[in-house]
C-alpha cells in the first residue's frame, strides 16, 4: 500500500525532494511524519545583465527530477509507494511557454531580477494606480512581482506577444510549470498563494482581475487555472520516476507553505524562514488586510473553500549576504563557515552591514537601494565583517516584525522559523535579542517541504484536518531575548542611519 507523501521544495538555488511516510508498518494512521529520505539538486544561476537574473526552467525540471530519485532512494522507498505529491516553490519567478511544444519560449525571469524597475517606476507616478492595485492585489507595484516579468517576456522574445494575443502561449509561476510537466502536458493550473503573487489576482475574491490584466498587458488567455491549496489538482502522467496516476494534492508558494509547515493556523501566529531571502508572515484570519506599514498582504492558504491570509514582510537578500561572503569576496570556504568566523570576534565593534544587494524590500520597498557597511576602522576584521552580516540579516527582520506588530495592533510574543540560516545558533540568538521575541526553531527546519507534505496529506484524504496536519511539526529549540536595552537600541540606531545611507538618492536612479 503507497504510504508515503512526497514533496517536491522547487527553490531559487535547487531543488529538494523529501519522502514523508504517513503511516506505520502496521497500517495504522500516523500522528508525526518522519522524513525518510532528502535529495537536493543545484541548478545553475544565469546574470544576463547587472540586476538581471534568470533560471533555465528546463534545467529546474531536470533538477526536480533529480531530487525525485534522489529522495526515493535515500528513503529506500519504490514509486509505488507515493500515494500523493505536494508542491512548493519560488514565488513570482515567471515561465511563459508555447502551448503546442511545451516549450519555454525563454529563459524564465527571476524574482530577484530588476529588469523591470523602470516599467514600475512609470506606473507608481500615477498615485492612483498605485491605491487601485493595492487596494485589489494587497501588493504594491514591484519588479519582484510577476506581471511586468510577463509582460517583458511578451516584448522582447520574437512574435510572442501576437502568439500570446491567439492563445498559444502558457504562464505559469513555477508551481504551475511542475504541475504542466508532472501531469504531461494536461494540467494549467496554479494555487492561490502563487496567484496572489502575480499582481494579476483580486485578492478578497480570488479570481483574476480584468482591470489588472489590462494594466499591465497580459492577455487572459495565458492564465492557469486557480486553485485551492489542498486538493487533487491533476495525475502523474508520462513519467519515467513515477507511475502514472500519483495524485498532485497540495501546492503552495515557498513561504506559504513553510507558515503551514510551522503550523501557524491561529490569528497572529508569525514565522520567518531565513534562505535566499528572509520572509516573515503571520497568520491574520479570513479578512484580507491591508498594511499600513510598509507589507503587503497575501493569501496564506485555501483549504476546504475557506481562504486564510497573512501579512508578508520579504527581505530580498539574507542567505545570499553569506553567499556574497564565499563567492564575491572569499573571506569564507562555505556558507557554514560564517557562525565560527563570527564568534571569533565578541561584537561587531560598531560595523553595521546593510544587506541590500537587491535592493530594499519591504518596508522601505526602494529597489533602488544598494548594500551598505558602515563603521569600518583599521582594525576591522574578516570576523567583523562575518558577525556584522548575520546582525544585517537579523536587524532587517526586526523592521519586518516592527511593522508587523504596528498593523496587528499587538506585539509578537514568539517568532517560529525555518530555512537554511535557521540552523545558525548566533543569528538566532541575535534575531531574539534585537527584536525582543521569543524565537522558537523546530527540530526539522525544512518546514517549506513539510509544509507541502502536510498540504498533500489534507487533500488526498489522508490527514483529517489541520490538527492531525500539526502533529507533523515538533518543537526543537527555544531562543530567549537577553540583550540590555541600551545594547539594543544602540544597535538599533546604528543600522537605521546606515539604511538611510543604503537609500537611493536622486543622482543615483
Known sequence: MANHLLAIDQGTTGSTALVVEIASAGGARATAGRTLGRSTVEFPQHYPKPGWVSHDARQIWQSVQESVGGALRSAGARPEDIAAIGITNQRETTVVWDRA????????????????????????????????????????????????????????????????????????????????????????????????????????????DAELLTLFRVPASML?????????????????????????????????????????????????????????????????????????TTAAWRVDGKTTYALEGSAFIAGAAVQWLRDGLGIIKSAGEIEALARKVPSSDGVVFVPALAGLGAPHWDQDARGAITGLTRGTTAAHLARATLEGIALEVRDLLDAMAKDAGRSLGRLRVDGGAAANDLLMQFQADVAGVVVERPADIESTGRGAAMLAGIGAGMFRGLDEAARMVELGVRFEPRMAPDERDGHLTRWSDAVRRARSTPSRK
Not at 508532472?182 to 498563494?193: F, N, P, R
Not at 513561504?255 to 491574520?284: P, S, V, Y
Request: net charge negative; glycine share 12%.
Open 224 to 296: 492557469p487555472r486557480i486553485v485551492g491549496n489542498a486538493e487533487i489538482v491533476g495525475q502523474t502522467r508520462g513519467l519515467s520516476l513515477l507511475p502514472d496516476g500519483v495524485p498532485i494534492a497540495g501546492m503552495a508558494g515557498d513561504q506559504q507553505a513553510a507558515l503551514f509547515g510551522q503550523a501557524c493556523f491561529a490569528e497572529g501566529d508569525a514565522k520567518c524562514t531565513f534562505g535566499t531571502g528572509a520572509f516573515a508572515l503571520m497568520n491574520i484570519g479570513a479578512r484580507p488586510l491591508l498594511s499600513e506599514h510598509g507589507l503587503v
Open 101 to 208: 511544444t511545451g516549450r519555454p519560449i525563454d529563459l524564465a525571469i527571476v524574482w530577484q531580477c530588476r529588469r523591470t524597475a523602470d516599467v514600475c517606476d512609470e506606473l507608481k507616478k500615477d498615485p492612483r494606480t498605485v491605491s487601485r492595485v493595492r487596494e485589489k492585489t494587497g501588493l504594491v507595484i514591484d519588479a519582484y512581482f510577476s506581471a511586468t516579468k510577463i509582460a517583458w517576456l511578451l516584448d522582447h522574445v520574437a512574435g510572442a506577444r501576437e502568439l500570446a494575443e491567439r492563445g498559444g502561449l502558457a504562464f505559469g509561476t513555477i508551481d504551475s510549470f511542475l504541475v504542466h510537466e508532472l501531469t504531461g502536458g494536461a494540467v494549467h493550473a496554479t494555487d492561490v498563494t502563487n496567484a496572489s503573487r502575480t499582481l494579476l489576482m483580486n485578492l478578497a475574491r480570488a479570481e483574476w
